[in-house]
T-cell receptor, first 113, second 114 residues
Framework: QQQVKQSPQSLIVQKGGISIINCAYE??????FPWYQQFPGKGPALLIA?????SEKKEGRFTISFNKSAKQFSLHIMDSQPGDSATYFC????????????FGTGTSLTVIP | KAGVTQTPRYLIKTRGQQVTLSCSPI?????VSWYQQTPGQGLQFLFE???????NKGNFPGRFSGRQFSNSRSEMNVSTLELGDSALYLC?????????????FGPGTRLTVL
């Protein structure tokens, strides 16, 4: 069963707009939540990550919002650019057991100029 | 530092054959994980090796195996290939011994089973 559920499957945003991708998890033992960006023909690249002791983390135009009680986290891309067009994956892991990550199914983002 | 490298980049095999994929992690990284990526199932964890020992294993059949060498390079092997094994196989390395650390992915090996 899918340990991390991601939505939407695809997203189209105008240049300059805000892109929002949501993820939900069930396992409360998860304590590390990264987001990855993948371009065609490339491996995923880590964008930003958060731990449950904070509710928000911002790096440049990328922000993760984390709601521990709801077991949800989301990625916000501010001022979206055509170069942001890619597939985005959320993931979760239990850091005390190593690097076994459970990935969401991905969101294909298209930013229209 | 050089990134994670995977060889070969593309492979075509037929059903019943076996295949070995190779991954060289970032220098100094001791954790290497393998993932299978398909359009239908997304990214699925295969296994993780740390200091030559398998530390975690996903829910894949025993036909999928791996190993790690003393220089942290890793190989994964798939025996008795099936059509459903066609996928992008990704390797990721991490520099920290504990989990919850930055993982760097290679470009993947695209395996096609005919």
């Amino acid at each position: 069963q899918q340990q991390v559920k991601q939505s939407p499957q695809s997203l189209i945003v105008q240049k300059g707009g805000i892109s929002i991708i949501n993820c939900a998890y069930e396992n409360t033992a998860f304590d590390y939540f990264p987001w990855y960006q993948q371009f065609p023909g490339k491996g995923p690249a880590l964008l930003i990550a958060i731990r449950p002791d904070v509710s928000e983390k911002k790096e440049g135009r990328f922000t993760i919002s984390f709601n521990k009680s709801a077991k949800q986290f989301s990625l916000h891309i501010m001022d979206s650019q055509p170069g942001d067009s890619a597939t985005y994956f959320c993931a979760a892991s239990k850091s005390n057991t190593g690097n076994q990550f459970y990935f969401g199914t991905g969101t294909s983002l298209t930013v229209i100029p | 530092k050089a990134g994670v490298t995977q060889t070969p980049r593309y492979l075509i095999k037929t059903r019943g054959q076996q295949v070995t994929l190779s991954c060289s992690p970032i220098s100094g990284h001791r954790s290497v994980s393998w993932y299978q990526q398909t359009p239908g199932q997304g990214l699925q964890f295969l296994f993780e090796y740390f200091s030559e020992t398998q530390r975690n294993k996903g829910n894949f059949p025993g036909r999928f195996s791996g190993r790690q060498f003393s220089n942290s390079r890793s190989e994964m092997n798939v025996s008795t290939l099936e059509l459903g094994d066609s996928a992008l196989y990704l390797c990721a390395s991490s520099g920290l011994g504990q989990g919850g650390s930055w993982q760097y992915f290679g470009p993947g090996t695209r395996l096609t089973v005919l």
